[in-house]
């Protein structure tokens, strides 16, 4: 069982909007920044947000995130089959001084 | 450019050890900390070891405590996770990453290629 819990799939049409949860703890975070990444098939996992809502140059503004004290969100709108992927959510662990990643999310375009 | 190259990962016995190296280009190394992070066939990630910037302060995941080890040597741009003690389980491909900022072990926004740990009899 992770620290970070995920739904395992979410998956929605082309065109519409999915979103995804992360819940922790307050040593998680609700005290710390959250992070989400994408991993498509068969590559290695890309940063997609960091900040908890901030993206990197190059990340379009389909994707975004967000966080209500021990549970943060990741927004995907205008979903593309291209966004078929596992999302990551991760976060620092304040009391135990480790990083913990949530068991990831598939998501499927139908 | 940054780039990290992971090497090291083979095929080793239960009870082994095993040396996994991250040589690293395109940025100031020792201005970094950096993190080994590991993804089991099929699995999710899971981040084992952190360790500071020149001053070297380490960070690990219970699942390894006391069985893992990382360092880095600043004067080769590269990190280290030595393995002993190795499980089936430790089964994984093994990535370096480096975070967003100067001093994060958390929001890796650069990764290696991996590099794969086989633990088997």
């Given at each position: 069982?992770?620290?970070?819990?995920q739904?395992?799939?979410?998956?929605?049409a082309?065109?519409?909007?999915?979103?995804?949860?992360?819940?922790g703890?307050?040593?998680?975070?609700?005290?710390?920044h959250?992070?989400?990444?994408?991993?498509?098939?068969?590559?290695?996992?890309?940063?997609?947000?960091?900040?908890?809502?901030?993206r990197?140059?190059g990340?379009p503004?389909?994707?975004?995130?967000?966080?209500?004290?021990?549970?943060?969100?990741?927004?995907?709108?205008?979903?593309?089959?291209?966004?078929?992927?596992?999302?990551?959510?991760?976060?620092?662990?304040?009391n135990?001084?480790v990083?913990f990643?949530?068991?990831?999310?598939?998501v499927?375009?139908? | 450019?940054?780039?990290?190259?992971?090497?090291?990962?083979?095929l080793?016995?239960?009870?082994?050890?095993?040396r996994?190296?991250?040589?690293?280009?395109g940025?100031?190394?020792d201005?970094?900390?950096?993190?080994?992070?590991?993804?089991?066939?099929?699995?999710?990630?899971?981040?084992?070891?952190?360790?500071?910037?020149?001053?070297g302060g380490?960070?690990?995941?219970?699942?390894v405590k006391?069985?893992?080890?990382?360092?880095r040597?600043?004067?080769?741009?590269?990190l280290?996770?030595?393995?002993?003690?190795l499980r089936?389980e430790?089964?994984?491909i093994?990535y370096?990453?480096?975070g967003?900022?100067?001093?994060s072990?958390s929001?890796?926004?650069?990764?290696?290629?991996g590099?794969?740990?086989?633990v088997?009899?």
């Amino acid at each position: 069982q992770s620290v970070l819990t995920q739904p395992p799939s979410v998956s929605a049409a082309p065109g519409q909007k999915v979103t995804i949860s992360c819940s922790g703890s307050s040593s998680t975070i609700g005290n710390n920044h959250v992070s989400w990444y994408q991993q498509l098939p068969g590559t290695v996992p890309k940063l997609l947000i960091y900040e908890t809502n901030k993206r990197p140059s190059g990340i379009p503004d389909r994707f975004s995130g967000s966080k209500s004290g021990t549970s943060a969100t990741l927004d995907i709108t205008g979903l593309q089959t291209g966004d078929e992927a596992d999302y990551y959510c991760g976060t620092w662990d304040s009391n135990l001084r480790v990083e913990f990643f949530g068991g990831g999310t598939k998501v499927t375009v139908l | 450019e940054v780039q990290l190259l992971e090497s090291g990962g083979d095929l080793v016995q239960p009870g082994g050890s095993l040396r996994l190296s991250c040589t690293a280009s395109g940025f100031t190394f020792d201005n970094h900390a950096m993190s080994w992070v590991r993804q089991a066939p099929g699995k999710g990630l899971e981040w084992l070891s952190g360790i500071g910037r020149s001053d070297g302060g380490t960070f690990y995941a219970d699942s390894v405590k006391g069985r893992f080890t990382i360092s880095r040597d600043n004067s080769k741009n590269t990190l280290f996770l030595q393995m002993n003690s190795l499980r089936v389980e430790d089964t994984a491909i093994y990535y370096c990453a480096k975070g967003h900022n100067l001093a994060s072990y958390s929001e890796l926004a650069y990764w290696g290629q991996g590099t794969l740990v086989t633990v088997s009899s």
